[in-house]
């Protein structure tokens, strides 16, 4: 009878321990399952991370080719400005190169300046003509113009004139 009896208690034995390893077994291969989930987010994460610093290399670089390019934008418009600069300086001194060689004074010289090269607002900027200096001093006219003396003033104003030029008082002819 014993020997019949050792066996179930063999078999059970056997039974048991097969379980135990069977869970063993289950429990390494999930945390097995659970390390390489975890390798992954890690190199999910490290992927991540490398793209993001690619891209911010990426954008940095774009930024410094803009900047590049507006500095040389800048550079090309200081040259052009400095070129029309040099430009206009040469053709005035063309001009008065030109002026020089057929002997005319500057426009700004010369005593009937708003005469000969007229008045850009009808304001006079030469030196005033001499029919308008007064009076000379040995009592004679300097013009050979007829003038009309204003009684209030004593301004000397053209005959063709009904008011006087100073005051507005009205000419007696």
């Known amino acids: ?7 179930p208690i063999a078999r059970t034995a056997l039974v048991i321990g097969a379980t135990s390893h069977v869970a063993r077994n289950a429990a390494r291969q999930e945390n097995m399952a659970a390390e390489n989930a975890y ?38 418009q200081a040259a052009a400005t400095e070129e029309a600069v040099r430009r206009g300086i040469a053709q005035h001194e063309e001009q008065r190169r030109r002026a020089e060689q057929q002997n005319l004074p500057p426009p700004y010289q010369g005593q009937n300046y708003d005469q000969n090269y007229g008045s850009p607002h009808g304001q006079n900027y030469g030196p005033p003509s001499p029919q308008n200096y007064g009076p ?17 003033c004593k301004k000397a104003n053209q005959v063709s004139s009904s ?10 002819h």
Not at 136 to 147: E, F, L, M, R, Y
């Open 1 to 7: 009878m014993y020997p019949r009896r050792r066996m």
């Open 39 to 76: 390798y992954r987010d890690q190199a999910r994460q490290q992927e991540m991370n490398q793209q993001a610093q690619m891209q911010a290399q990426q954008q940095a670089q774009m930024q410094a080719q803009q900047a590049q390019q507006q500095a040389l934008q800048a550079q090309q």
């Open 136 to 152: 000379s001093p040995t009592g004679q006219n300097n013009n050979t113009q007829a003038v009309v003396t204003c009684d209030q």
């Open 163 to 172: 008011f006087c030029s100073n005051c507005g008082n009205k000419l007696v």
